[in-house]
């Protein structure tokens, strides 16, 4: 009965290979993100979206494409994997703008 | 830009006394702020919020505090114990996303 369940919880990849991580959330939530955080530990917002429409891509490559199915899921595929996409992303989400967020588990990344 | 920080990258404090995280912020629109805690191979966690239509808020074992003034947010938590060895961060609340300032790292000495 997790609230933001995100799988998986590591992925070793080689670079250049694509790689999706999912995201579930059972809060009734409207509103989901991605977020990523480095070796030092700052996090940073990736993407956000709202009722399924994107409204923050913060300077993300293109290579990072996030798809909303339905308000529940947020998934995240990257594309040709660099060894600077090394880190833990996780998945989070609130309802509406105000509200507090409430983050998964992680999924540590790291590229070889 | 504008962003969101904190004074001390760690705290070490002894179990038992009373824990103060600092944090500075530089966007004075912001109208709701947050604390995290972050434990180890753990997602962040809230503990808790203020609006800034306050200047004080308190949960248990914890009291946020805002100066509007001089854009400064802090932390306390009584009677810090083992397992509030974490880091620590603020966030702003900028419509759709949370900026967070670089965590504070609290060790709890026995």
């Known amino acids: 009965d997790t609230a933001v369940s995100q799988t998986p919880k590591y992925l070793v990849t080689q670079m250049g290979n694509d790689k999706s991580i999912k995201c579930e959330q059972n809060?009734?939530?409207?509103?989901m993100y991605w977020y990523k955080q480095d070796s030092k530990k700052f996090l940073k917002i990736m993407f956000s979206?709202?009722?399924?429409?994107?409204?923050i891509n913060e300077t993300v490559p293109n290579r990072f494409s996030p798809k909303s199915p339905d308000k529940a899921h947020l998934n995240l595929h990257i594309n040709s994997l660099e060894l600077g996409d090394s880190a833990v992303y996780f998945c989070?989400?609130?309802?509406?703008?105000?509200?507090?967020?409430?983050f998964g588990q992680g999924t540590r990344l790291t590229v070889v | 830009g504008e962003s969101v920080g904190l004074h001390l990258p760690t705290l070490s404090v002894q179990e038992g006394d009373n824990s103060i995280i600092n944090c500075a912020y530089s966007?004075?629109?912001?109208?709701?702020f947050i604390w995290y805690k972050q434990e180890s191979g753990k997602g962040p966690q809230f503990i808790i919020d203020?609006?800034?239509?306050?200047d004080k808020r308190q949960g248990q074992r914890v009291t946020v505090l805002l100066n509007k003034t001089v854009k400064h947010l802090s932390l306390q938590i009584a009677a810090t114990q083992p397992g509030d060895s974490a880091v620590y961060f603020c966030?702003?609340?900028?419509?759709?996303?949370?900026?967070f300032g670089a965590g504070t790292t609290v060790t709890v000495r026995a």
């Open positions: 989070a989400s609130s309802q509406g703008t105000t509200g507090e967020a409430f």
């Open positions: 809060l009734g939530h409207d509103t």
């Open positions: 979206y709202n009722n399924k429409e994107l409204i």
């Open positions: 966007n004075s629109a912001s109208d709701y």
């Open positions: 203020i609006r800034s239509n306050m």
């Open positions: 966030a702003e609340n900028d419509d759709y996303k949370l900026s």
